[in-house]
């Protein structure tokens, strides 16, 4: 049973952070890249952030550089992103992503999704 499991999403004010988890179960996890994706309702779905599998490169969308951070724990089998200074528009659905590379999109796994709003 592969499970990809989202936690600390919420609502938070605008300037607030907050920091999300993903807790991997029923593959390798260390051997595949993880990534966040988020979507708004109405907007196309957007690559936030993505890390290597030993977590020795990292790579942002240009809208949260500076921002975001994410980071996995091998050990653990969790990968996060902190998420600092928070703004109305990063707003979405956040969804951790696995694979492998060279990238299959059929051989993906996806979380649940957990909701982050912005608001004051």
């Known amino acids: 049973q592969v499970q990809l499991v989202e936690s600390g999403g919420g609502l938070v004010q605008p300037g607030g952070s907050l920091r999300l988890s993903c807790a991997a179960s029923g593959f390798t996890f260390s051997m595949y890249y993880m990534r966040w994706y988020r979507q708004a309702p109405g907007k196309e779905r957007e690559s936030v952030a993505t890390?290597?599998?030993?977590?020795?490169?990292?790579a942002y969308a240009d809208s949260v550089k500076g921002r975001f951070t994410i980071s996995r724990d091998n050990a653990k089998n969790t990968v996060y992103l902190q998420m600092n200074s928070l703004r109305p528009d990063d707003t979405a659905i956040y969804y951790c992503?696995?694979?492998?590379?060279?990238?299959?999109?059929?051989?993906?796994?996806w979380g649940q999704g957990t909701q982050v709003t912005v608001s004051s």
């Open positions: 890390i290597t599998s030993t977590g020795g490169i990292t």
């Open positions: 992503n696995a694979f492998k590379y060279p990238r299959k999109y059929e051989n993906d796994y």
